[in-house]
Protein backbone atom coordinates (compact mmCIF):
# COMPACT_ATOMS: atom_id res chain seq x y z
CA UNK A 1 0.00 0.00 0.00
CA UNK A 2 1.36 3.34 -1.17
CA UNK A 3 0.73 6.43 1.16
CA UNK A 4 0.08 9.66 0.14
CA UNK A 5 3.36 10.73 -1.44
CA UNK A 6 3.30 7.12 -2.96
CA UNK A 7 5.80 5.95 -0.09
CA UNK A 8 5.38 2.35 0.90
CA UNK A 9 3.11 2.28 3.81
CA UNK A 10 2.22 -0.22 6.76
CA UNK A 11 -1.02 -1.62 6.32
CA UNK A 12 -3.08 -1.62 9.39
CA UNK A 13 -4.87 -4.57 10.18
CA UNK A 14 -6.04 -4.85 13.57
CA UNK A 15 -6.01 -3.15 16.73
CA UNK A 16 -6.09 -5.34 20.05
CA UNK A 17 -5.51 -5.14 23.57
CA UNK A 18 -1.92 -6.23 22.65
CA UNK A 19 -0.85 -3.59 20.30
CA UNK A 20 -1.28 -3.11 16.48
CA UNK A 21 -0.77 -5.77 14.13
CA UNK A 22 0.44 -4.58 11.14
CA UNK A 23 1.68 -5.68 7.41
CA UNK A 24 4.27 -4.49 5.55
CA UNK A 25 5.59 -4.74 2.15
CA UNK A 26 9.22 -6.75 1.90
CA UNK A 27 10.85 -10.09 0.86
CA UNK A 28 10.67 -11.80 4.04
CA UNK A 29 7.95 -14.05 2.98
CA UNK A 30 5.51 -13.40 -0.57
CA UNK A 31 3.55 -10.31 0.28
CA UNK A 32 3.84 -9.12 3.19
CA UNK A 33 5.48 -9.44 6.83
CA UNK A 34 2.96 -9.61 10.05
CA UNK A 35 4.79 -7.63 13.01
CA UNK A 36 3.47 -7.04 16.46
CA UNK A 37 3.75 -4.00 18.17
CA UNK A 38 2.90 -2.89 21.48
CA UNK A 39 0.83 -0.66 22.63
CA UNK A 40 2.15 2.53 22.93
CA UNK A 41 5.05 2.42 21.15
CA UNK A 42 5.77 3.97 18.25
CA UNK A 43 7.57 3.21 14.78
CA UNK A 44 10.76 4.02 13.34
CA UNK A 45 11.88 2.79 9.93
CA UNK A 46 15.35 2.60 9.27
CA UNK A 47 14.76 2.64 5.49
CA UNK A 48 12.45 3.50 3.38
CA UNK A 49 10.05 0.76 2.43
CA UNK A 50 10.09 -0.51 -1.28
CA UNK A 51 8.44 -3.66 -2.68
CA UNK A 52 11.83 -4.92 -3.87
CA UNK A 53 13.71 -3.52 -0.30
CA UNK A 54 14.06 -4.66 2.61
CA UNK A 55 12.53 -2.32 5.97
CA UNK A 56 13.90 -2.68 9.16
CA UNK A 57 11.16 -2.04 11.81
CA UNK A 58 11.51 -1.41 15.75
CA UNK A 59 9.30 -0.24 18.39
CA UNK A 60 10.62 2.83 20.65
CA UNK A 61 9.43 2.37 24.29
CA UNK A 62 10.28 3.97 27.48
CA UNK A 63 8.93 2.07 30.49
CA UNK A 64 8.78 4.40 33.16
CA UNK A 65 8.48 3.18 37.01
CA UNK A 66 8.47 6.05 40.50
CA UNK A 67 8.81 5.61 43.98
CA UNK A 68 9.60 7.58 47.26
CA UNK A 69 11.71 6.41 50.13
CA UNK A 70 11.65 9.03 53.02
CA UNK A 71 12.83 12.51 50.86
CA UNK A 72 14.28 10.54 47.94
CA UNK A 73 11.37 9.99 44.60
CA UNK A 74 13.37 7.75 42.54
CA UNK A 75 12.06 7.67 38.75
CA UNK A 76 13.56 4.68 37.04
CA UNK A 77 13.76 4.67 32.68
CA UNK A 78 14.61 1.72 30.70
CA UNK A 79 14.56 1.74 27.34
CA UNK A 80 15.01 4.39 24.89
CA UNK A 81 14.89 8.16 24.73
CA UNK A 82 14.06 10.36 22.36
CA UNK A 83 12.00 12.38 19.89
CA UNK A 84 9.30 10.25 20.27
CA UNK A 85 9.20 8.93 24.27
CA UNK A 86 10.37 12.34 25.83
CA UNK A 87 7.13 13.86 26.13
CA UNK A 88 6.59 10.80 28.75
CA UNK A 89 9.50 11.63 30.55
CA UNK A 90 9.10 15.19 30.80
CA UNK A 91 5.82 14.42 32.54
CA UNK A 92 7.66 12.09 34.71
CA UNK A 93 9.66 14.59 35.60
CA UNK A 94 7.50 17.30 36.17
CA UNK A 95 5.09 15.45 38.45
CA UNK A 96 8.11 14.21 40.44
CA UNK A 97 8.88 18.00 41.27
CA UNK A 98 5.77 18.81 42.16
CA UNK A 99 5.80 15.91 45.16
CA UNK A 100 8.46 17.87 46.58
CA UNK A 101 11.02 15.37 47.03
CA UNK A 102 14.64 16.28 48.76
CA UNK A 103 16.30 14.59 46.10
CA UNK A 104 14.87 13.56 42.91
CA UNK A 105 16.74 10.60 40.97
CA UNK A 106 16.51 9.65 38.07
CA UNK A 107 17.99 6.29 37.32
CA UNK A 108 18.85 5.38 33.59
CA UNK A 109 20.55 2.53 33.76
CA UNK A 110 18.05 0.84 31.72
CA UNK A 111 18.21 3.48 29.07
CA UNK A 112 20.11 1.78 26.02
CA UNK A 113 19.73 5.11 23.77
CA UNK A 114 19.23 8.82 24.07
CA UNK A 115 19.04 11.78 21.58
CA UNK A 116 19.65 14.92 22.13
CA UNK A 117 15.86 15.07 23.29
CA UNK A 118 16.95 13.88 26.65
CA UNK A 119 20.35 15.70 27.13
CA UNK A 120 18.14 18.59 26.55
CA UNK A 121 15.68 17.74 29.32
CA UNK A 122 18.38 16.84 31.64
CA UNK A 123 19.85 20.05 31.54
CA UNK A 124 17.03 21.84 31.57
CA UNK A 125 16.16 19.77 35.32
CA UNK A 126 19.70 20.23 36.50
CA UNK A 127 19.26 23.98 36.03
CA UNK A 128 15.82 23.96 37.44
CA UNK A 129 17.40 22.05 40.53
CA UNK A 130 19.98 24.70 41.22
CA UNK A 131 17.82 27.29 41.92
CA UNK A 132 15.14 24.94 43.80
CA UNK A 133 14.59 23.34 47.11
CA UNK A 134 15.13 19.90 45.39
CA UNK A 135 18.11 18.63 44.30
CA UNK A 136 18.39 16.22 41.21
CA UNK A 137 20.70 13.11 40.72
CA UNK A 138 20.90 11.43 37.54
CA UNK A 139 22.52 7.24 37.60
CA UNK A 140 23.28 7.37 33.76
CA UNK A 141 23.60 3.94 32.04
CA UNK A 142 26.88 3.54 29.99
CA UNK A 143 24.99 4.71 26.52
CA UNK A 144 23.55 7.81 28.66
CA UNK A 145 27.35 8.57 29.88
CA UNK A 146 28.72 8.42 26.84
CA UNK A 147 26.07 10.77 24.95
CA UNK A 148 26.43 13.12 27.52
CA UNK A 149 30.09 12.96 28.00
CA UNK A 150 30.18 13.45 23.57
CA UNK A 151 27.67 17.36 23.99
CA UNK A 152 29.49 18.31 26.73
CA UNK A 153 27.20 18.83 29.61
CA UNK A 154 28.77 16.36 32.06
CA UNK A 155 29.91 19.04 34.38
CA UNK A 156 26.08 20.87 34.52
CA UNK A 157 24.13 17.74 35.05
CA UNK A 158 24.89 15.47 38.76
CA UNK A 159 25.76 12.32 37.74
CA UNK A 160 25.66 9.29 40.44
CA UNK A 161 27.60 6.05 40.04
CA UNK A 162 25.56 4.53 42.80
CA UNK A 163 21.78 5.43 43.57
CA UNK A 164 21.24 7.94 46.77
CA UNK A 165 18.28 4.21 47.96
CA UNK A 166 18.93 0.86 47.94
CA UNK A 167 16.95 -1.11 45.52
Not at 110 to 116: A, H, K, L, Q, W
Not at 128 to 135: E, G, I, K, P, R
Request: with cysteine.
Amino acid sequence: MRDARGAWAPKRLAQGREGLIASLPGRFQQGAVRISIPTGSHIHSDAPATPDSRCIVRATTLALSTRRTDDVLVIEAAGEIDIATIGRLEEALTDGVAAAPAVLEVDLRGVFFMDSTGVWLLTRFAALADVAAWSLSVVPSAAVRRVLDVSGVTGRIPLAERRTVAA
